[in-house]
């Protein structure tokens, strides 16, 4: 197994971990946020996907899934086209809504899809080279992708623990 392939297992992770997390949830459930503060499920894969379409089309030089595949106009949320969610105040949170679970997890599927069809075409090299130099030290295309996936298993283990609240309420 190579480093590529490590991340190809790590990026399957976080796909598996969205779909479980909407599993079986109604769209009520994917929308609650269990008080004011509080990230919904919903919020948590759709910030996890956006983070990942926009760091990994960054890096493969593409459009984002997002605006390319029109999944911004499916959304019909009422943020600008490159909002990631960073930032987000409790109304930015609260506006981030599906009327469907495929929503969430087409959206996911489309950039799990772009991910892997881009680490197909890298390798164990192309890790090493320096994408952003805004960063003491800079980041390498390796340091950026796990970043990636850290992240996106930390949001989606958050989704998991509203998900077991609900399910016990």
């Known amino acids: 197994m ?3 392939d490590v991340l190809i297992d790590g990026f399957g992770r ?3 971990a969205v779909h479980d997390a909407v599993r079986g949830l109604k ?3 994917l929308n609650h946020r269990l008080d004011q503060r509080a990230n919904s499920i919903t919020w948590l894969l ?3 996907t956006r983070v990942q379409d926009d760091h990994v089309s960054e890096v493969a030089g593409r459009e984002q899934t997002w605006t390319s595949e029109g999944w911004y106009d499916r959304f019909d ?3 600008s086209p490159d909002d990631t969610g960073f930032g987000h105040t409790s109304e930015e ?5 599906v009327n469907s679970p495929k929503l969430l997890t087409g959206y996911y599927d489309a950039v799990h899809a772009h991910t892997l069809s881009y680490l197909d075409g890298i390798s164990d090299e192309d890790l090493d080279v320096v994408v952003d130099e805004s960063w003491t030290p800079p980041v390498t295309l390796g340091v950026r992708l ?3 996936i850290a992240d996106d298993l930390q949001h989606a283990g958050q989704a998991a623990f509203v998900r077991g ?3 016990r309420s």
């Open 146 to 148: 796990v970043s990636v």
């Open 93 to 97: 949170v609260a506006s981030v809504r």
């Open 2 to 4: 190579d480093s590529v």
């Open 165 to 167: 609240i609900l399910l």
């Open 27 to 29: 769209v009520t459930e």
């Open 14 to 16: 976080v796909r598996e």
């Open 77 to 79: 949320l009422p943020l």
């Open 46 to 48: 759709w910030h996890l």
